[in-house]
């Protein structure tokens, strides 16, 4: 298949499943602290260096959309990845930030913990607290006062940094709140060891690494909305590091419809995509930007943000094959089924299709035409054999069963033949003499 026909089917899938691809609005990546030098100071959940950045990962969905489950699988793989290691707190890190329980958080450096997650903070007995933007917060229990100082004790805590590089200070805001309905069935696959249960991926502490990327892990529950349903924020990640992040996630949601909900499968990568999967752009990080106006052939549905400068040259549609009559110089997007040849005029009108040629012309070169075609009442067959003769003229229905046999003794170059007693439906004329056969194909209306 040639590049220009995959990107014409891209722009037909895409138009066609607008309202599915919608419901992922965006990938928030937000930075949310920057480690300082008294951060560094803290030994006991194993260093974090100066500069690391903690950024956390949302999607931004269409209000009612509910999240089940991230993953990777043959077709798609869950990729994420920096330049530079992932920290993990040795003491108290977790693989899924579900795990945490509040008082936890406010010990050394655990609050900066790597791990994944649909949504959920902690685990806490009395109140469970799930992820929203700082900006979209009130308070916080994370740094400063509500931390023990780490290993060095440090005066006033851990976490205080406040420069504005990293917005909000987490003294101020942390991005933890709570919510009514709490999802569950948790589960978890592709992570841990099955048989240990120890995590050695880049959310685990046991091996340092910067890159996590498996065709077999999930985790899955319930269903989850963010904590503001309008919004719908949904946290999946937080990743500290002091490289440049990037991730290829895939996501399964529910979305409301008439008849209960409808399960949709997001994914990253258009490399194979299956029943019930939807590319989606956004969940490829860092974001390409590009031409995003269909109207262009620089149009490709693997931008998530717009480039105005790379939409070039304008989409001219029309028949590029040189051989056919109605040859267009001036396209640069060939549609193949408006391409009109002497006897094959893909059941257009070639009198209109090509209305330079002349009748003769016409005549001196084909063997058979059908005209008017469609037609309803009568068809006339023309034809240019020299010889004249007997001629045999047979009438075939769509699937080759003989309608109609005519012979005709001497005839003219053109013998009406009534087709009002037909069946609409496409047929096949065949006309036989001493030259050869030639056929045609016409439509009864």
Known sequence: MTNVRKQFL???????????????????????????????????????????????VYLDLVAGTRVKKIYGDINHPLIISSTQNFFNNKVDGQT???????????????????????????????????????????NSFIGGSNNDGGSEAITNGLLTNNISEMGIPLTEKDGMDTILNPPNSWADYGFADVVSGEDSTIFGSLVSGNRFESRNAGLLNSGVIGVDSLLNHVLVAQLSTKGEIAFELNIEVEIPSLIGF??????????????????????????????QDANYLEYSPIYACNNPDSCRNLIVFGCMDPMACNFSSTANFNIQDICCYIGDCNDLDISIVCPSLGEN????????????????????????????????????????RVVSVYNVLNPE???????????PGIYFIELTSKEGISAEKFIKQ
């Open 413 to 423: 170059n053109s013998t009406a033949i009534n087709i009002s007693n037909f069946a």
């Open 361 to 400: 012309e016409i005549s001196e070169i084909e063997k058979l035409r059908v005209f008017p075609n469609p037609a309803t009442e009568t068809i006339n067959v023309k034809h240019s054999f020299t010889q004249n003769n007997e001629f045999k003229i047979k009438i075939l229905d769509h699937v080759g």
């Open 96 to 138: 899924f930030g579900k795990e945490f329980t509040k008082n936890r958080l406010g010990e050394n450096t655990v609050a900066l913990d790597t791990w994944i997650t649909l949504g959920q903070t902690t685990r806490n007995a009395a109140v469970t607290y799930f992820g929203v933007l700082k900006v979209n917060d009130e």
């Open 262 to 291: 409808q399960t949709v499968k997001y994914v990253a990568n258009d490399s194979l995509i299956g029943e019930g999967e939807v590319l989606s752009p956004f969940l490829k990080y860092p974001q390409q930007c590009g031409c």
């Open 10 to 56: 891209a722009i037909l899938f895409c138009l066609f499943l607008s309202p599915v691809f919608s419901q992922i609005e965006n990938v928030v990546v937000e930075t949310y602290y920057i480690s300082d030098s008294n951060d560094a100071t803290d030994t006991t959940g194993g260093g974090i260096e100066i500069g690391t950045k903690t950024y956390r």
